[in-house]
């Protein structure tokens, strides 16, 4: 069985500083993992994937995701954050299992800007 | 603008009340799915539909229904049976899993329908 585990359930962190989201999960096959923004009351919105390739991929608001396969992790940063990055952060993985393909995703973290 | 709607965003029922809450998406996406969210936990997923008239449970799909007449719609019904409907449902879709790229791997969101029974 696959999960994901998202240790921080919020994180503080003043404008300007840099942030470090964790997420671990746990597959014994190849994954494609995903980290996705949800602001409130709103849907998800794709941040940024791993699929295949270079372990470092970045999205186009200057955060960045690096796949770690021997540690199983994929913990997304971000040098300098904005308070427009307050949201709810979730990492998710994708397989397929029985032709089912659906993702898991973790349970989430509150990113908190402060001025 | 393609995308994905649900309506409406915000629905209030009494308890022992069936209710349907819309998703259509205009991407020509094989494959939809419904998700629920409950504050700390995550999403998790209820039903899944990978093509037209064929749909599986996922997850947490006691009290819960769905149908996939068109590839476009994918209506979920809480029904009486669901024992704390009150939540955050989301639909996705994603494109058809192609073995040999890598299509259909990720998911696209609509904007949730918030459920409160009382």
């Known amino acids: 069985a696959q999960s994901v585990t998202q240790l921080d359930s919020q994180v503080p962190v003043f404008e300007e500083a840099p942030v470090e989201l964790r997420c671990n999960y746990s597959s014994s096959v190849s994954v494609y993992l995903f980290w996705y923004v949800q602001y409130p009351n709103q849907g998800l919105q794709l941040l940024l994937k791993y699929l295949s390739g270079s372990t470092l991929v970045e999205s186009i608001n200057g955060f960045e995701a690096e796949f770690n396969k021997s540690q199983t992790s994929f913990h997304l940063r971000k040098p300098s954050v904005h308070i427009s990055d307050t949201a709810e952060y979730f990492c998710?993985?994708?397989?397929?299992?029985?032709?089912?393909?659906?993702?898991?995703f973790g349970s989430g973290t509150r990113l908190q800007v402060q001025p | 603008d393609g995308g994905i709607t649900q309506s409406p965003k915000y629905l209030f029922r009494k308890e022992g009340q069936n209710v349907t809450l819309s998703c259509e998406q205009n991407?020509?996406?094989?494959?939809m799915y419904w998700y629920r969210q409950d504050p700390g936990q995550g999403l998790r997923l209820i039903y899944y539909?990978?093509?037209?008239?064929?749909?599986q449970k996922g997850d947490i799909a006691e009290g819960y229904s769905v149908s996939r007449e068109k590839k476009e719609s994918f209506p979920l019904t809480v029904t009486s049976a669901q024992k704390n409907p009150t939540a955050f449902y989301l639909c996705?879709?994603?494109?058809?899993?192609?073995?040999?790229?890598?299509?259909?791997?990720?998911?696209?969101f609509g904007p949730g329908t918030r459920l409160t029974v009382t």
């Open positions: 991407l020509n996406h094989d494959a």
């Open positions: 996705a879709s994603s494109p058809k899993d192609r073995g040999y790229s890598r299509e259909g791997r990720e998911q696209y």
């Open positions: 539909s990978q093509i037209v008239n064929d749909f």
């Open positions: 998710a993985v994708s397989l397929s299992i029985m032709g089912r393909r659906a993702l898991t």
